[in-house]
Protein backbone atom coordinates (compact mmCIF):
# COMPACT_ATOMS: atom_id res chain seq x y z
CA UNK A 1 0.00 0.00 0.00
CA UNK A 2 1.20 3.67 -1.11
CA UNK A 3 0.74 4.76 2.64
CA UNK A 4 3.37 1.93 3.77
CA UNK A 5 5.58 2.34 1.25
CA UNK A 6 6.00 6.57 1.78
CA UNK A 7 7.14 5.32 5.37
CA UNK A 8 9.09 2.28 5.25
CA UNK A 9 11.29 4.60 2.44
CA UNK A 10 10.95 7.17 5.40
CA UNK A 11 12.24 4.82 8.16
CA UNK A 12 14.80 2.66 6.21
CA UNK A 13 16.12 5.08 3.73
CA UNK A 14 16.18 8.59 5.94
CA UNK A 15 16.75 7.01 9.21
CA UNK A 16 18.62 3.52 8.27
CA UNK A 17 16.03 1.48 9.88
CA UNK A 18 16.48 2.91 13.24
CA UNK A 19 14.18 0.50 15.24
CA UNK A 20 12.10 2.79 17.83
CA UNK A 21 10.88 4.98 15.27
CA UNK A 22 7.43 5.54 14.68
CA UNK A 23 5.70 7.77 11.56
CA UNK A 24 1.57 8.23 11.55
CA UNK A 25 0.38 9.26 8.91
CA UNK A 26 -0.89 12.76 9.75
CA UNK A 27 2.71 13.58 11.70
CA UNK A 28 4.07 16.82 10.20
CA UNK A 29 7.23 14.90 8.71
CA UNK A 30 9.24 18.73 8.67
CA UNK A 31 8.34 20.64 11.74
CA UNK A 32 9.00 17.56 13.82
CA UNK A 33 11.99 16.46 12.34
CA UNK A 34 11.44 13.59 11.23
CA UNK A 35 12.41 14.52 7.89
CA UNK A 36 15.16 17.73 6.65
CA UNK A 37 15.22 19.38 3.86
CA UNK A 38 17.64 17.24 1.85
CA UNK A 39 15.50 14.52 2.97
CA UNK A 40 12.46 15.65 1.68
CA UNK A 41 13.92 16.12 -1.68
CA UNK A 42 14.83 12.34 -2.01
CA UNK A 43 11.30 11.37 -0.72
CA UNK A 44 9.77 13.62 -3.67
CA UNK A 45 11.91 11.71 -6.20
CA UNK A 46 11.36 8.59 -4.34
CA UNK A 47 7.40 9.04 -4.89
CA UNK A 48 8.28 10.48 -8.17
CA UNK A 49 10.22 7.05 -9.46
CA UNK A 50 7.77 4.79 -7.35
CA UNK A 51 4.41 6.11 -8.75
CA UNK A 52 5.55 7.08 -12.40
CA UNK A 53 4.69 10.83 -11.76
CA UNK A 54 6.46 13.79 -11.64
CA UNK A 55 6.04 16.65 -9.79
CA UNK A 56 6.12 20.10 -11.08
CA UNK A 57 7.66 22.87 -8.81
CA UNK A 58 3.87 24.41 -8.42
CA UNK A 59 3.25 21.38 -6.95
CA UNK A 60 5.95 20.93 -4.58
CA UNK A 61 4.21 22.77 -1.55
CA UNK A 62 3.73 22.32 2.37
CA UNK A 63 -0.13 21.30 1.57
CA UNK A 64 1.28 18.40 -0.92
CA UNK A 65 4.06 17.20 1.19
CA UNK A 66 3.91 18.04 5.16
CA UNK A 67 2.52 14.80 5.97
CA UNK A 68 2.18 11.03 4.20
CA UNK A 69 -1.82 11.70 4.41
CA UNK A 70 -1.16 14.69 2.25
CA UNK A 71 1.07 12.19 -0.04
CA UNK A 72 -0.87 9.93 -0.65
CA UNK A 73 -3.90 12.25 -1.64
CA UNK A 74 -1.91 14.32 -3.72
CA UNK A 75 -0.61 11.42 -5.70
CA UNK A 76 -3.97 9.84 -6.10
CA UNK A 77 -4.93 13.31 -7.74
CA UNK A 78 -2.10 13.58 -10.02
CA UNK A 79 -2.61 9.74 -10.95
CA UNK A 80 -6.17 9.99 -11.71
CA UNK A 81 -5.77 13.47 -13.62
CA UNK A 82 -3.08 12.16 -15.56
CA UNK B 1 11.26 56.41 25.52
CA UNK B 2 12.62 53.05 24.10
CA UNK B 3 15.38 51.99 25.19
CA UNK B 4 15.23 48.23 26.23
CA UNK B 5 13.92 45.37 23.23
CA UNK B 6 10.72 44.63 24.81
CA UNK B 7 10.05 48.55 24.88
CA UNK B 8 9.24 48.38 21.17
CA UNK B 9 6.40 46.62 21.59
CA UNK B 10 4.38 48.41 24.54
CA UNK B 11 5.38 51.82 22.66
CA UNK B 12 3.76 49.86 19.71
CA UNK B 13 1.07 48.97 21.67
CA UNK B 14 0.18 51.91 22.54
CA UNK B 15 0.38 53.84 18.59
CA UNK B 16 -1.03 51.06 16.87
CA UNK B 17 -2.71 48.71 18.96
CA UNK B 18 -4.16 46.96 16.36
CA UNK B 19 -2.28 46.73 13.95
CA UNK B 20 -0.51 43.00 13.05
CA UNK B 21 3.08 42.25 15.06
CA UNK B 22 3.29 39.22 14.04
CA UNK B 23 1.67 36.43 11.38
CA UNK B 24 2.77 32.83 11.02
CA UNK B 25 0.71 31.17 8.99
CA UNK B 26 -3.24 31.63 9.72
CA UNK B 27 -2.28 32.50 13.47
CA UNK B 28 -1.79 36.21 13.90
CA UNK B 29 -1.14 38.65 16.85
CA UNK B 30 -1.82 42.73 16.73
CA UNK B 31 0.19 44.60 18.89
CA UNK B 32 -1.79 44.54 21.56
CA UNK B 33 -2.44 40.86 21.30
CA UNK B 34 1.53 40.73 21.30
CA UNK B 35 2.11 43.30 24.32
CA UNK B 36 -0.35 40.87 26.69
CA UNK B 37 1.36 37.78 25.57
CA UNK B 38 5.09 39.20 26.11
CA UNK B 39 3.39 39.97 30.06
CA UNK B 40 1.72 36.57 30.58
CA UNK B 41 5.03 34.82 29.62
CA UNK B 42 6.96 37.93 31.40
CA UNK B 43 4.68 37.41 34.41
CA UNK B 44 4.85 33.35 34.42
CA UNK B 45 8.53 33.27 34.12
CA UNK B 46 8.51 35.50 37.09
CA UNK B 47 6.33 33.19 39.26
CA UNK B 48 9.09 30.58 38.22
CA UNK B 49 12.03 33.13 40.14
CA UNK B 50 13.54 34.30 36.79
CA UNK B 51 16.34 36.39 37.62
CA UNK B 52 18.18 39.35 36.00
CA UNK B 53 20.30 38.08 33.47
CA UNK B 54 19.02 34.56 33.54
CA UNK B 55 20.02 32.37 30.79
CA UNK B 56 16.16 30.42 29.26
CA UNK B 57 16.73 28.42 26.17
CA UNK B 58 14.44 29.14 23.36
CA UNK B 59 13.62 25.68 21.65
CA UNK B 60 11.09 26.07 18.95
CA UNK B 61 10.60 25.96 14.89
CA UNK B 62 9.70 29.59 13.52
CA UNK B 63 6.44 30.05 14.34
CA UNK B 64 4.29 32.97 16.82
CA UNK B 65 5.72 31.03 19.80
CA UNK B 66 9.16 32.08 19.27
CA UNK B 67 8.47 36.18 19.23
CA UNK B 68 6.49 35.82 22.23
CA UNK B 69 9.34 34.00 24.03
CA UNK B 70 11.87 36.25 22.65
CA UNK B 71 10.09 39.30 24.01
CA UNK B 72 8.49 37.47 27.24
CA UNK B 73 11.61 36.36 28.07
CA UNK B 74 13.47 40.08 27.96
CA UNK B 75 10.87 41.38 29.71
CA UNK B 76 11.00 39.51 32.56
CA UNK B 77 15.04 40.23 32.69
CA UNK B 78 16.10 36.93 31.42
CA UNK B 79 18.62 36.46 28.24
CA UNK B 80 17.64 34.60 25.20
CA UNK B 81 19.51 31.49 23.97
CA UNK B 82 17.98 29.76 20.96
CA UNK B 83 18.55 26.18 20.52
CA UNK B 84 18.57 24.84 17.13
CA UNK B 85 16.01 22.12 17.47
CA UNK B 86 17.48 20.69 14.19
CA UNK B 87 20.79 20.54 15.92
CA UNK B 88 22.04 17.18 17.13
CA UNK B 89 20.87 16.10 20.64
CA UNK B 90 24.67 16.35 21.85
CA UNK B 91 24.96 20.10 20.77
CA UNK B 92 21.58 21.08 22.47
CA UNK B 93 23.26 19.98 25.73
CA UNK B 94 26.23 21.22 24.93
CA UNK B 95 24.63 24.71 24.74
CA UNK B 96 22.09 24.19 28.30
CA UNK B 97 24.67 23.13 29.95
CA UNK B 98 27.09 26.28 28.72
CA UNK B 99 24.25 28.69 29.37
CA UNK B 100 23.11 27.34 32.38
CA UNK B 101 19.99 26.95 31.21
CA UNK B 102 17.20 26.16 33.80
CA UNK B 103 14.11 26.85 32.03
CA UNK B 104 13.67 25.75 28.42
CA UNK B 105 10.53 27.14 26.25
CA UNK B 106 9.52 24.71 23.30
CA UNK B 107 5.97 23.30 21.74
CA UNK B 108 4.52 19.94 21.28
CA UNK B 109 6.41 18.64 18.16
CA UNK B 110 9.87 18.70 20.24
CA UNK B 111 8.79 16.32 22.83
CA UNK B 112 10.74 13.47 21.65
CA UNK B 113 13.63 15.51 21.46
CA UNK B 114 13.34 17.34 24.75
CA UNK B 115 13.33 14.32 26.53
CA UNK B 116 16.35 13.01 25.11
CA UNK B 117 18.00 16.04 25.86
CA UNK B 118 16.74 16.04 29.55
CA UNK B 119 16.92 12.06 30.22
CA UNK B 120 20.97 13.03 30.66
CA UNK B 121 22.26 15.00 33.70
CA UNK B 122 21.29 18.47 33.62
CA UNK B 123 20.08 21.50 35.10
CA UNK B 124 16.56 22.26 33.33
CA UNK B 125 13.79 22.07 36.04
CA UNK B 126 10.62 23.27 33.96
CA UNK B 127 9.69 23.40 30.60
CA UNK B 128 7.15 25.78 29.30
CA UNK B 129 5.69 24.32 25.77
CA UNK B 130 4.54 20.86 26.98
CA UNK B 131 2.11 19.68 29.45
CA UNK B 132 3.99 16.21 31.12
CA UNK B 133 7.42 15.42 30.75
CA UNK B 134 9.09 13.07 33.66
CA UNK B 135 11.23 14.54 36.26
CA UNK B 136 10.44 18.23 35.60
CA UNK B 137 7.86 20.52 35.83
CA UNK B 138 5.80 21.81 32.92
CA UNK B 139 4.00 24.69 32.18
CA UNK B 140 1.53 24.07 28.73
CA UNK B 141 1.11 27.06 26.53
CA UNK B 142 -2.71 27.12 27.72
CA UNK B 143 -1.85 27.81 30.59
CA UNK B 144 0.69 30.66 29.48
CA UNK B 145 -2.01 32.53 27.64
CA UNK B 146 -5.04 32.45 30.61
CA UNK B 147 -1.97 33.60 32.72
CA UNK B 148 -2.33 37.15 34.74
CA UNK B 149 -1.37 39.87 31.94
CA UNK B 150 -0.31 42.32 34.61
CA UNK B 151 3.51 42.79 35.10
CA UNK B 152 5.68 44.97 36.66
CA UNK B 153 9.66 44.15 36.54
CA UNK B 154 11.67 43.63 39.65
CA UNK B 155 15.07 44.92 38.03
CA UNK B 156 16.29 47.59 36.67
CA UNK B 157 17.42 46.68 33.29
CA UNK B 158 19.95 48.79 31.59
CA UNK B 159 20.42 49.22 27.60
CA UNK B 160 23.97 47.45 27.98
CA UNK B 161 22.67 44.73 29.47
CA UNK B 162 22.46 41.15 28.16
CA UNK B 163 19.64 40.37 25.90
CA UNK B 164 20.43 37.22 23.78
CA UNK B 165 23.19 34.71 23.17
CA UNK B 166 23.65 33.25 19.91
CA UNK B 167 25.95 30.37 19.41
CA UNK B 168 27.98 29.69 16.12
CA UNK B 169 30.15 26.52 15.39
CA UNK B 170 33.63 28.57 15.58
CA UNK B 171 36.01 26.85 12.72
CA UNK B 172 37.45 24.75 15.66
CA UNK B 173 36.19 22.73 18.38
CA UNK B 174 32.93 24.24 20.57
CA UNK B 175 30.75 26.05 19.39
CA UNK B 176 30.86 29.79 21.27
CA UNK B 177 28.54 31.92 22.44
CA UNK B 178 28.03 35.96 21.06
CA UNK B 179 25.97 38.29 23.68
CA UNK B 180 24.30 40.62 22.16
CA UNK B 181 22.82 43.86 24.64
CA UNK B 182 19.53 45.49 24.46
CA UNK B 183 21.87 48.44 23.12
CA UNK B 184 23.32 46.13 20.40
CA UNK B 185 20.05 44.87 18.93
CA UNK B 186 18.08 48.77 19.27
CA UNK B 187 21.35 50.20 17.41
CA UNK B 188 20.63 47.35 14.63
CA UNK B 189 16.75 47.88 14.71
CA UNK B 190 17.35 51.71 14.41
CA UNK B 191 19.84 51.37 11.72
CA UNK B 192 17.77 49.06 9.40
CA UNK B 193 14.77 51.19 9.56
CA UNK B 194 16.44 54.38 8.68
CA UNK B 195 18.42 52.90 5.83
CA UNK B 196 15.74 50.90 4.25
CA UNK B 197 12.67 53.24 5.24
CA UNK B 198 10.85 50.85 7.26
CA UNK B 199 7.74 51.97 8.28
CA UNK B 200 4.52 50.95 10.02
CA UNK B 201 3.15 49.95 6.20
CA UNK B 202 6.24 47.45 6.16
CA UNK B 203 5.13 43.37 5.75
CA UNK B 204 9.12 41.84 6.37
CA UNK B 205 9.02 38.05 5.26
CA UNK B 206 11.54 36.29 8.15
CA UNK B 207 12.76 33.31 6.45
CA UNK B 208 15.77 32.82 8.63
CA UNK B 209 15.87 30.69 12.44
CA UNK B 210 16.26 32.88 15.58
CA UNK B 211 19.46 31.39 16.05
CA UNK B 212 20.49 33.21 13.10
CA UNK B 213 21.19 37.15 13.51
CA UNK B 214 19.13 37.79 9.68
CA UNK B 215 16.24 37.47 11.85
CA UNK B 216 16.71 40.32 13.59
CA UNK B 217 15.28 42.90 10.85
CA UNK B 218 11.84 40.63 11.26
CA UNK B 219 12.25 40.39 15.00
CA UNK B 220 14.04 43.69 16.09
CA UNK B 221 13.68 46.45 13.25
CA UNK B 222 9.59 45.37 12.76
CA UNK B 223 8.91 45.92 16.09
CA UNK B 224 10.61 49.07 16.65
CA UNK B 225 8.47 50.95 13.35
CA UNK B 226 5.55 49.18 14.38
CA UNK B 227 5.49 47.12 10.93
CA UNK B 228 4.25 43.13 10.88
CA UNK B 229 6.63 40.24 10.44
CA UNK B 230 5.62 37.21 8.80
CA UNK B 231 7.02 34.51 9.68
CA UNK B 232 7.87 31.17 6.90
CA UNK B 233 6.95 28.09 8.60
CA UNK B 234 10.14 25.38 9.06
CA UNK B 235 8.31 23.23 5.77
CA UNK B 236 7.86 26.25 3.69
CA UNK B 237 11.94 26.98 3.70
CA UNK B 238 12.09 23.39 1.99
CA UNK B 239 9.31 24.53 -0.68
CA UNK B 240 10.45 26.93 -2.72
CA UNK B 241 6.59 27.04 -4.34
CA UNK B 242 5.58 27.62 -0.72
CA UNK B 243 7.96 30.40 -0.10
CA UNK B 244 6.95 32.31 -3.30
CA UNK B 245 2.94 32.10 -2.23
CA UNK B 246 4.02 33.57 1.19
CA UNK B 247 5.74 36.83 -0.77
CA UNK B 248 2.43 37.56 -3.25
CA UNK B 249 -0.16 35.93 -0.60
CA UNK B 250 1.35 37.96 2.32
CA UNK B 251 1.89 41.01 -0.09
CA UNK B 252 5.21 41.28 1.60
CA UNK B 253 7.28 44.73 1.25
CA UNK B 254 10.54 43.53 2.61
CA UNK B 255 12.58 39.75 2.02
CA UNK B 256 15.77 39.31 3.91
CA UNK B 257 17.29 36.06 3.75
CA UNK B 258 20.48 33.48 2.32
CA UNK B 259 20.94 34.06 -1.23
CA UNK B 260 20.34 30.52 -1.97
CA UNK B 261 16.94 30.59 -0.41
CA UNK B 262 16.31 33.56 -3.38
CA UNK B 263 17.91 31.55 -5.76
CA UNK B 264 15.39 28.14 -5.09
CA UNK B 265 12.75 30.42 -5.11
CA UNK B 266 13.69 32.07 -8.93
CA UNK B 267 13.93 28.51 -10.02
CA UNK B 268 10.78 26.98 -8.36
CA UNK B 269 8.61 29.81 -6.68
CA UNK B 270 6.78 30.01 -9.54
CA UNK B 271 6.83 33.29 -9.40
CA UNK B 272 8.14 33.65 -13.30
CA UNK B 273 5.22 35.68 -14.90
CA UNK B 274 4.13 37.27 -11.82
CA UNK B 275 4.11 40.93 -10.75
CA UNK B 276 5.45 42.11 -7.73
CA UNK B 277 4.76 45.66 -7.18
CA UNK B 278 4.55 45.43 -3.47
CA UNK B 279 8.48 44.00 -2.72
CA UNK B 280 10.27 47.14 -2.23
CA UNK B 281 13.36 45.53 -0.93
CA UNK B 282 15.04 42.04 -1.30
CA UNK B 283 18.17 42.10 1.48
CA UNK B 284 20.57 39.20 1.12
CA UNK B 285 23.33 37.98 3.44
CA UNK B 286 25.59 35.28 4.66
CA UNK B 287 26.90 34.39 1.42
CA UNK B 288 28.09 35.97 -2.29
CA UNK B 289 25.21 35.82 -4.56
CA UNK B 290 26.27 34.48 -8.20
CA UNK B 291 25.73 37.17 -9.74
CA UNK B 292 24.04 35.19 -13.03
CA UNK B 293 21.44 34.53 -10.02
CA UNK B 294 21.00 38.42 -9.10
CA UNK B 295 20.85 39.32 -12.43
CA UNK B 296 17.75 37.13 -13.49
CA UNK B 297 16.23 37.80 -10.20
CA UNK B 298 16.77 41.84 -10.91
CA UNK B 299 15.32 41.49 -14.24
CA UNK B 300 12.26 39.43 -12.59
CA UNK B 301 11.54 41.68 -9.73
CA UNK B 302 12.15 44.82 -11.70
CA UNK B 303 10.23 47.05 -8.99
CA UNK B 304 12.20 45.54 -5.99
CA UNK B 305 15.61 47.76 -4.77
CA UNK B 306 18.09 44.99 -3.53
CA UNK B 307 20.97 45.26 -0.85
CA UNK B 308 23.65 43.22 -0.30
CA UNK B 309 24.41 43.40 3.75
CA UNK B 310 27.21 42.00 5.34
CA UNK B 311 28.80 41.32 8.98
CA UNK B 312 29.53 38.74 11.10
CA UNK B 313 27.39 37.13 13.95
CA UNK B 314 29.72 39.31 16.45
CA UNK B 315 28.85 42.96 14.68
CA UNK B 316 25.05 41.66 13.33
CA UNK B 317 24.72 43.88 10.09
CA UNK B 318 28.12 46.29 9.37
CA UNK B 319 27.98 46.82 6.08
CA UNK B 320 25.70 47.03 3.21
CA UNK B 321 25.37 47.74 -0.84
CA UNK B 322 22.06 48.99 -2.52
CA UNK B 323 22.73 47.35 -5.75
CA UNK B 324 22.54 50.51 -8.18
CA UNK B 325 21.53 48.37 -10.94
CA UNK B 326 21.49 45.07 -12.97
CA UNK B 327 24.80 43.56 -12.35
CA UNK B 328 26.13 42.58 -15.88
CA UNK B 329 29.10 41.00 -15.32
CA UNK B 330 30.25 38.32 -13.00
CA UNK B 331 32.19 39.91 -10.96
CA UNK B 332 31.33 39.84 -6.76
CA UNK B 333 28.94 42.46 -5.95
CA UNK B 334 30.62 44.54 -3.32
CA UNK B 335 29.89 44.55 0.22
CA UNK B 336 29.52 48.45 0.05
CA UNK B 337 29.79 50.79 2.86
CA UNK B 338 30.17 50.70 6.36
CA UNK B 339 26.47 51.97 8.50
CA UNK B 340 26.36 55.01 10.14
CA UNK B 341 28.24 55.49 12.95
CA UNK B 342 30.20 52.79 12.07
CA UNK B 343 34.26 52.54 12.14
CA UNK B 344 36.44 50.85 10.14
CA UNK B 345 39.86 49.47 9.37
CA UNK B 346 41.65 47.63 6.89
CA UNK B 347 44.75 46.06 8.70
CA UNK B 348 47.56 44.19 6.70
CA UNK B 349 49.40 41.26 8.57
CA UNK B 350 51.72 43.29 10.79
CA UNK B 351 48.74 45.49 11.59
CA UNK B 352 49.16 48.72 10.00
CA UNK B 353 46.44 50.37 7.84
CA UNK B 354 46.71 49.37 3.91
CA UNK B 355 46.71 51.66 1.28
CA UNK B 356 43.65 51.89 -0.74
CA UNK B 357 43.04 49.05 -2.93
CA UNK B 358 45.61 46.78 -0.73
CA UNK B 359 44.20 43.27 0.74
CA UNK B 360 43.70 43.56 4.30
CA UNK B 361 41.64 42.13 7.42
CA UNK B 362 38.62 44.11 8.26
CA UNK B 363 37.96 45.25 11.36
CA UNK B 364 34.73 46.98 12.62
CA UNK B 365 34.01 49.17 15.55
CA UNK B 366 30.14 49.22 15.62
CA UNK B 367 26.93 50.37 17.78
CA UNK B 368 25.54 46.58 16.78
CA UNK B 369 28.87 44.59 18.21
CA UNK B 370 28.72 42.34 20.38
CA UNK B 371 30.05 42.21 24.20
CA UNK B 372 32.30 39.34 24.02
CA UNK B 373 31.97 35.59 24.12
CA UNK B 374 30.40 33.91 26.62
CA UNK B 375 32.00 33.07 29.71
CA UNK B 376 35.70 33.44 27.53
CA UNK B 377 37.22 36.53 28.37
CA UNK B 378 40.67 35.02 26.60
CA UNK B 379 38.53 34.61 23.00
CA UNK B 380 36.89 37.63 23.30
CA UNK B 381 40.31 39.56 23.87
CA UNK B 382 41.83 37.81 21.16
CA UNK B 383 39.12 39.14 18.92
CA UNK B 384 39.37 42.62 19.49
CA UNK B 385 41.92 45.37 18.57
CA UNK B 386 41.85 48.40 20.99
CA UNK B 387 43.06 51.71 19.48
CA UNK B 388 43.50 54.48 21.88
CA UNK B 389 42.84 58.36 20.29
CA UNK B 390 44.35 60.82 21.27
CA UNK B 391 41.87 62.38 23.25
CA UNK B 392 42.17 59.20 25.68
CA UNK B 393 39.32 57.64 24.22
CA UNK B 394 39.32 53.87 23.33
CA UNK B 395 37.77 52.19 20.22
CA UNK B 396 37.08 48.35 20.40
CA UNK B 397 37.18 46.97 16.76
CA UNK B 398 35.82 43.58 16.21
CA UNK B 399 38.40 41.34 13.90
CA UNK B 400 36.48 39.92 11.44
CA UNK B 401 38.42 37.53 10.10
CA UNK B 402 37.33 38.22 6.54
CA UNK B 403 39.74 39.88 3.86
CA UNK B 404 38.68 43.38 1.92
CA UNK B 405 39.88 45.85 -0.29
CA UNK B 406 38.70 49.13 -0.83
CA UNK B 407 38.01 51.33 -3.54
CA UNK B 408 36.27 54.52 -4.34
CA UNK B 409 35.13 53.89 -0.69
CA UNK B 410 33.05 51.02 -1.06
CA UNK B 411 34.69 47.64 0.45
CA UNK B 412 34.94 44.22 -1.62
CA UNK B 413 34.86 40.87 -0.07
CA UNK B 414 37.56 38.60 -0.68
CA UNK B 415 37.03 35.80 1.37
CA UNK B 416 38.04 34.62 5.08
CA UNK B 417 41.35 35.28 6.05
CA UNK B 418 41.59 31.75 6.73
CA UNK B 419 40.19 30.67 3.63
CA UNK B 420 43.56 32.16 2.13
CA UNK B 421 45.79 29.71 1.37
CA UNK B 422 49.62 29.38 -0.01
CA UNK B 423 50.47 26.88 -2.81
CA UNK B 424 53.69 26.59 -4.22
CA UNK B 425 54.43 30.06 -2.72
CA UNK B 426 51.09 31.89 -4.58
CA UNK B 427 48.60 33.33 -2.05
CA UNK B 428 45.29 31.68 -3.16
CA UNK B 429 41.79 32.66 -2.33
CA UNK B 430 39.74 29.89 -2.12
CA UNK B 431 36.70 32.23 -2.65
CA UNK B 432 37.58 33.72 -5.72
CA UNK B 433 38.04 30.13 -7.16
CA UNK B 434 34.57 29.73 -5.91
CA UNK B 435 32.82 32.56 -7.67
CA UNK B 436 34.72 31.91 -11.19
CA UNK B 437 33.33 28.14 -11.40
CA UNK B 438 29.16 30.27 -10.18
CA UNK B 439 29.87 32.19 -12.96
CA UNK B 440 29.47 28.83 -15.34
CA UNK B 441 26.31 28.36 -16.72
CA UNK B 442 26.56 24.54 -15.90
CA UNK B 443 27.46 25.15 -12.09
CA UNK B 444 24.75 26.22 -9.11
CA UNK B 445 26.97 26.11 -6.17
CA UNK B 446 30.62 25.59 -5.86
CA UNK B 447 32.83 24.71 -2.55
CA UNK B 448 36.35 24.96 -2.98
CA UNK B 449 39.00 23.36 0.03
CA UNK B 450 42.32 22.00 0.37
CA UNK B 451 43.60 18.67 1.23
CA UNK B 452 46.90 17.84 2.47
CA UNK B 453 48.76 15.20 0.43
CA UNK B 454 52.10 15.73 1.81
CA UNK B 455 53.84 17.85 4.92
CA UNK B 456 54.30 20.41 2.49
CA UNK B 457 52.16 20.72 -0.05
CA UNK B 458 48.47 21.10 -0.83
CA UNK B 459 45.85 20.53 -3.33
CA UNK B 460 42.86 22.27 -4.46
CA UNK B 461 39.75 20.42 -4.81
CA UNK B 462 36.35 21.39 -6.14
CA UNK B 463 33.10 20.29 -5.30
CA UNK B 464 30.19 21.70 -7.50
CA UNK B 465 26.61 21.27 -7.97
CA UNK B 466 24.99 21.16 -11.09
CA UNK B 467 22.55 23.96 -11.81
CA UNK B 468 18.82 23.17 -12.89
CA UNK B 469 19.26 23.22 -16.82
CA UNK B 470 22.63 21.81 -17.68
CA UNK B 471 24.54 19.06 -16.21
CA UNK B 472 28.70 20.35 -14.95
CA UNK B 473 30.93 18.44 -16.93
CA UNK B 474 34.31 18.08 -15.22
CA UNK B 475 36.24 18.67 -18.91
CA UNK B 476 34.30 21.61 -19.55
CA UNK B 477 35.32 23.33 -16.18
CA UNK B 478 38.54 22.98 -15.82
CA UNK B 479 39.01 24.14 -19.41
CA UNK B 480 36.98 27.53 -18.18
CA UNK B 481 39.00 27.68 -15.08
CA UNK B 482 42.34 28.00 -17.15
CA UNK B 483 41.06 30.39 -18.99
CA UNK B 484 39.99 32.71 -15.93
CA UNK B 485 42.69 31.64 -13.19
CA UNK B 486 46.45 31.77 -12.84
CA UNK B 487 47.24 27.90 -13.45
CA UNK B 488 48.10 27.35 -9.72
CA UNK B 489 44.81 28.04 -8.48
CA UNK B 490 43.06 26.20 -10.94
CA UNK B 491 41.58 23.01 -8.43
CA UNK B 492 43.33 19.27 -8.96
CA UNK B 493 40.55 17.78 -9.01
CA UNK B 494 36.82 18.39 -9.53
CA UNK B 495 33.69 16.37 -7.80
CA UNK B 496 30.17 16.96 -9.36
CA UNK B 497 27.86 16.61 -5.99
CA UNK B 498 24.08 16.65 -5.62
CA UNK B 499 23.64 18.77 -2.47
CA UNK B 500 26.19 19.91 0.35
CA UNK B 501 25.88 19.15 3.75
CA UNK B 502 24.37 22.77 5.41
CA UNK B 503 23.27 24.42 8.67
CA UNK B 504 19.82 24.15 9.13
CA UNK B 505 20.32 28.46 7.90
CA UNK B 506 20.97 26.48 4.38
CA UNK B 507 24.95 27.53 4.40
CA UNK B 508 27.22 24.52 3.46
CA UNK B 509 28.73 22.93 6.41
CA UNK B 510 32.30 23.09 5.12
CA UNK B 511 33.90 20.86 7.78
CA UNK B 512 31.25 17.75 6.90
CA UNK B 513 31.84 18.84 3.12
CA UNK B 514 35.49 17.43 3.43
CA UNK B 515 35.02 14.86 5.44
CA UNK B 516 31.74 13.58 3.37
CA UNK B 517 34.28 13.75 0.11
Redesign the interface.
Known sequence: MLEQRIINYILEELHSGQSDLKILPED?L????LV???G??RLIQFVEDDNGIKVP??????EN??TVAAMVEYIDRTKNNG | MIYLLPHTITESARRFPDREAFRFGKVSLTYRKMEKRMNQLAGVLQTLGIKKGDRIGIYL?RSIETAISIFGILQAGGVYVPID??APVTRSQFLIEDCEIKILITQL??R??ISQITKDKNNIHTIIGLSEMEGVKTISWESVFTASAEYNSPFRILEKDLAYIIYTSGSTGQPKGIMHTHYSGLSYARLTADLYQITEQDRIGNHAPIHFDICTLGYFTSPLVGACTVIA??????????LG?LITEEALTIWYSVPLALVQIL????LADQALPHLRWVLYAGEPFPPKYLRTLMQQWSDTRFSNVYGPTETNACTYYNLPEIPMTDDPIPIGQVWKNTDYLILDEEGKEVAPGTTGELLICSATQMLGYWRNPALTEKSLYRVLATTGQESVFYKTGDLVKEEDGILHFLGRKDFQIKIRGHRVELGAIEACLVAHASVREAAVYTVRISEESLKIVAAVISSSDSEASVINLLEFLKEKLPLYAVPEEIKIVK?FP?TSSGKIKRGALVAAL
Do not use: C, H
Open positions: DLGSGESMMMPQDMTIFM | NPKAQKKSDAATVFPASKQNGVDR
